[in-house]
């Protein structure tokens, strides 16, 4: 891990000032705290790309530009004991999630298993908030999204499907979930997005362009992104030789999960211009699975079974170099324990963010930097 050299904000300050906007910009406020808690725990967790370096430009801004309505008219579109379907009314899609997995969870308590799908939706945050809805009830949560275009399949240069997160998270006898929570593209948007803002050149490998050659200037690529002369490469790379055709097939997995179940837009059609060229929501969709291990063998069989299989894997025999093996979940576990009472390491770039939309907003907050 290396030294960290941003300082430390205190996460009430933080949360408390996203709340402050987001009710600005016409966010209700039990919704605007649940949109804070989203972005805090990504920064919990150490995914910094989908935290507080995306309140500005994915939230904010889009409500500002018409893109995202603040409130999220939640509307269920047909029901079962044991399946939903929910429109999102272009609203907060970390709401319509939140909404949504309350009731999943409730059914699969009654029933053992439940499935959601939420249409017409925008960016939910982190996919592994919402399945560890699920695991902190000791059950098993799944979820994926599709999104804006960004992902070229295997032989091909052109970003048709998004980065399309495919997330579980299981309870264990441990003090943390197993959570396996990352994009089907070998690196998602969000993730150039922090690099571009740190002055930072993207790994060679992780985005192709028109020419098929690998392409490095994060501001470039971002630019390359919207324009379409530049993909995003599927986890396994370019080609088959490493198995990209793995990671393209499931992002056409979840590309068919979150849309056809609710009959909701795909690939191209999830775009914030219509055919005029005038900024419109993105229309996305997700879905979610939620799993009680009670109705099979029992939660707490379960919950052993699971953490005896991660223990195993994690003492198991190390490759040169390196002391210590993961499972998934357990560094973002680690860096909590190093967050949680220092705060939230802030950038100038997201300073400079925080102060545009107090200043805009005009909202009474001091930061600590000032």
Same mark, same amino acid.
């Given at each position: 891990m290396e030294k960290e050299t941003r300082p430390y904000i205190p996460w009430h300050i933080v949360g408390d000032f996203m709340v402050k906007a987001f009710m600005a910009a016409g966010v209700p406020e039990e919704d605007a705290l649940i949109c804070s808690d989203v972005l805090l725990e990504s920064d919990r967790r150490g995914i910094e790309s989908h935290g507080t370096n995306r309140f500005k430009p994915i939230y904010m801004d889009r409500i500002r530009a018409g893109e995202l309505k603040p409130v999220t008219d939640y509307k269920i579109i047909k029901e079962t004991p044991t399946t939903m379907v929910a429109d999102a009314g272009d609203g907060m899609g970390m709401v319509a999630s939140y909404k949504m997995m309350k009731s999943l969870i409730e059914k699969a308590g009654k029933y053992g298993i439940s499935m959601g799908v939420v249409t017409n939706s925008s960016h939910y945050g982190i996919a592994g908030y919402w399945a560890?809805?699920?695991?902190?009830?000791?059950?098993?949560?799944?979820?994926?999204?599709?999104?804006?275009?960004?992902?070229?399949?295997t032989f091909g240069v052109e970003n048709m499907m998004g980065t399309n997160p495919l997330t579980f998270a299981f309870p264990t006898d441990e003090e943390f979930p197993f959570c396996l929570d990352c994009a089907t593209s070998i690196v998602q948007r969000g993730r150039i997005e922090y690099y571009a803002r740190e002055g930072k050149e993207t790994h060679p490998g992780m985005v192709i362009g028109e020419d098929g050659s690998a392409l490095t200037d994060s501001a470039y690529i971002l630019d390359a992104l919207v324009k379409g002369t530049a993909a995003l490469v599927p986890i396994g790379g370019i080609g088959e030789e490493m198995g990209g055709y793995k990671g393209y097939g499931y992002a056409a997995a979840v590309e068919i999960l979150s849309a056809a179940l609710a009959g909701g837009l795909f690939m191209k059609d999830l775009t914030n211009k219509d055919e005029n060229g005038d900024m419109r929501p993105y229309h996305l969709g997700h879905f979610f699975i939620?799993?009680?291990? /009670?109705?099979? &063998?029992?939660? !707490?069989?379960?919950? =052993?079974?699971?953490?005896?299989?991660?223990?195993?894997?994690?003492?198991?025999?190390?490759?040169?170099?390196?002391?210590?093996?993961?499972?998934?979940?357990?560094? /973002?576990?680690? &860096?909590?324990? !190093?967050?949680?009472? =220092?705060?939230?390491?802030?950038?100038?770039?997201?300073?400079?963010?925080?102060?545009?939309?107090?200043?805009?907003?005009?909202?009474d907050t001091v930061f600590p930097w000032e």
């Amino acid at each position: 891990m290396e030294k960290e050299t941003r300082p430390y904000i205190p996460w009430h300050i933080v949360g408390d000032f996203m709340v402050k906007a987001f009710m600005a910009a016409g966010v209700p406020e039990e919704d605007a705290l649940i949109c804070s808690d989203v972005l805090l725990e990504s920064d919990r967790r150490g995914i910094e790309s989908h935290g507080t370096n995306r309140f500005k430009p994915i939230y904010m801004d889009r409500i500002r530009a018409g893109e995202l309505k603040p409130v999220t008219d939640y509307k269920i579109i047909k029901e079962t004991p044991t399946t939903m379907v929910a429109d999102a009314g272009d609203g907060m899609g970390m709401v319509a999630s939140y909404k949504m997995m309350k009731s999943l969870i409730e059914k699969a308590g009654k029933y053992g298993i439940s499935m959601g799908v939420v249409t017409n939706s925008s960016h939910y945050g982190i996919a592994g908030y919402w399945a560890t809805m699920a695991s902190d009830e000791g059950m098993l949560g799944i979820t994926g999204t599709n999104a804006r275009s960004s992902t070229a399949p295997t032989f091909g240069v052109e970003n048709m499907m998004g980065t399309n997160p495919l997330t579980f998270a299981f309870p264990t006898d441990e003090e943390f979930p197993f959570c396996l929570d990352c994009a089907t593209s070998i690196v998602q948007r969000g993730r150039i997005e922090y690099y571009a803002r740190e002055g930072k050149e993207t790994h060679p490998g992780m985005v192709i362009g028109e020419d098929g050659s690998a392409l490095t200037d994060s501001a470039y690529i971002l630019d390359a992104l919207v324009k379409g002369t530049a993909a995003l490469v599927p986890i396994g790379g370019i080609g088959e030789e490493m198995g990209g055709y793995k990671g393209y097939g499931y992002a056409a997995a979840v590309e068919i999960l979150s849309a056809a179940l609710a009959g909701g837009l795909f690939m191209k059609d999830l775009t914030n211009k219509d055919e005029n060229g005038d900024m419109r929501p993105y229309h996305l969709g997700h879905f979610f699975i939620v799993i009680d291990p /009670e109705f099979f &063998m029992g939660r !707490e069989t379960f919950r =052993k079974t699971t953490g005896n299989i991660l223990r195993e894997l994690r003492a198991s025999k190390k490759a040169p170099g390196h002391d210590r093996i993961y499972t998934a979940g357990e560094k /973002e576990w680690d &860096m909590w324990q !190093e967050r949680k009472d =220092k705060g939230i390491p802030m950038g100038d770039a997201v300073k400079k963010d925080f102060m545009e939309i107090r200043d805009l907003y005009g909202i009474d907050t001091v930061f600590p930097w000032e």
